[in-house]
């Protein structure tokens, strides 16, 4: 293989370099080095010598005395011996001299070895520093730079020799010394971005530097290295305006959810709220049906509008969490009551058991929990033919943190373990075929999954096929969530329970034993007489005909003394007057609250105990009768002040409306004495002025004024919680949510 000259010699001089000092062979002197005296001083020596013979011999053969040849010869030895003696020392000498001289040479050779190595690394290093395309720089102490990379000469378009000298800012990189207070035990690292206007555009480089301290003579210099992160610089500027762009596009998003939102439940609010005035008009059975289709089929388009919007917002990332305290039974009970009148009209149980050691108050978002528990229950009861739904709050470890468990168990078709894995997801429902019999998005469970896994909670499934299916929704406690605790307010109580809703029947009697008292349910009236220990006797009124058969089976077996409660579903309250007269001295409504279910038995075992005191019902006081009231409206659709109007003025109510906040400020700040409404309905956008506008110069023209606050009650399409408290808190006492129930509305007016 072929070397270049200069590899040769390297190669050669790290040889000579590598051997000893004393193996280097001699070099041959010259005939002036070896010779060192005068060239003709040997010569006449020998000369000398040669006649100093010649006379010798000449002497003893011409006969002279003997002592003359022999002092010659003596002169002869002792001149060659001094001849010889100077030649060997000569030798010596030279010889030494030329060792002397090879061993440096052999110094000089290694001393240009190891700078040519030298050489060689430093050209191999400039070569891989040029090669990365990095910058490197050293600078004295006052910023002029000592040494600089061809890649800065590059850069600059400058040779990088004639950069020495120059400090950096002067050729446009805008880098400062390392302050001296920077300094740590003699050195600083210290890194930032640089922006460097080059003749090729402006170029943004990562500038790493070391600052050091001589600690001998207190010199610093500064060593850097930057790398090219325009690249970066650049993709991330891009990565900023693509985010700025999705927030305004995601603000356009929720504007328009916002603005869609209202827009589709306002005319919602006028089916849904015109079917049910409809239905309550004197009607044919066939027109009846019609109606509850139109009112069933509005209602099930709500839902599925608002599952969109929510999924939309989380999709959107406007979906948000507010923590705050609220109490887990009157949740769930609330949630349980809204949806008992589905369950009932599929003749199917729906009941709800709050464990004792559930805490009064826990810290969660009521709006959020709530839609969850109305999605898991909702579901539960339309899959649910037979049997029924029974919701279970309770209390449970998760690993070492205490954990409230809200379970919703229901009787329906189950679920096999591959759709419950998969039903968590967007657009799935457990039965995915075309020959489905239930239908819907496939929207609630997935939003609910997000929902209870912003609040930091689990969502799961246990099911199997034809076995029903339980959902279980877990959320942390806080340390200050305290449990209310078991209570003995119903020890002595022993009560028979007469029904075929199994499921029901058993959150009512798990509450009893909860609080100190023993239950038993019966299916049939033959199974309740057995009962021979039992204080008093709860009839399910679905299982009492008009005759009153099931009380007077169950008094003519004897039991005659027990008091007895019928437990009635909300729209057979109308079936009280008779069931008191067959017999029922006190009532449950279906589903039953636990304070409901405390109280009655209570006030019947009362009744037992004292026969000659009038009864619990008797003593308590009566509400009294609702009056008239003057109520303003300030709604400006027509459809939904149409509404609102038909519902308070069939109540008996006096309605005046108004399609703006200008003029409801005006009709309350403006009426005469007497003429001032009692109650303000008010929407939240109207033109000319909103709601909320329209509220605060009311509160302040009666603080001006000094008159008593008037009830404001907020109208609006938009349910979240946080509205709900922001109208709150700017002045508003109610909130109703739109669509508007009639009911529901006029309880908000007459509460």
Known sequence: MLKTRWTQDAQTRRHMRDRDPDTVPLNKPTSGLYWSLPVWLPWLWLGLMLATLVLGGLAYISGAPVFLPIALCILFVIKLAVFAYVLMAHRRTMQSSTATLNRRQWEIESLSGKMWALQESEERLRGLLDALGDLVVQRDGDGRILYANDGLGVLLNRDPDTLAGERLVDLGVDISLVPDAAFVEGECLSSTDVAIQTPNGLRWFSWIE???????NGVVTHRAIARDITARKRAETEAIAARERAEDANQAKSRFLATVSHEIRTPMNGIIGMAKLLADTNLSPEQQTYVGAVSTSGEHLLTLIEDLLDYSKIEAGRFEIEFQKVSPRELSENVVELLAARAYAKNIGLGVRVAPEVPTLISTDPGRLRQVLINLIGNAVKFTEMGGVLVDVSVTEDGDRPVIAFGVRDTGPGLAQTDAARIFGEFEQGDGTTTRRYGGAGLGLAISKRIVEAMQGTIGV????????VFRVTLPLDAQSEPSGRTTALAGCRAMILSDLGIEMEALATTIRDHGGQAMIADTVEDAALCRHCNVILVDARLEDGDGSCIKALRAAGMT???????????????????HEQGYAHFLARPVRTETVLRVLLAALDATAAPDQPK??????QPPANRSRSILVAEDNEINALLARSALAKAGHRVTVVGNGRAAVDAVTQASAGEAP??????LHMPVMDGLDAIAMIRKHEEEKGVQPVPIIVLSADGQEKTRHHVLAHGATGFVAKPLDPATLLNAVEA
């Open 210 to 216: 070391h600052s050091m301290r001589d600690p001998a």
């Open 462 to 469: 246990a099911a199997a096929p034809a076995e029903g299916a």
């Open 561 to 579: 003394s027990i008091p007895a409660i019928t437990l009635i579903a909300p729209d057979n309250r109308g079936r009280l007057p008779r069931l």
């Open 616 to 621: 619990a019902s008797e003593r308590q006081p």
């Open 678 to 683: 009692d109650i303000v309905l008010m929407d």
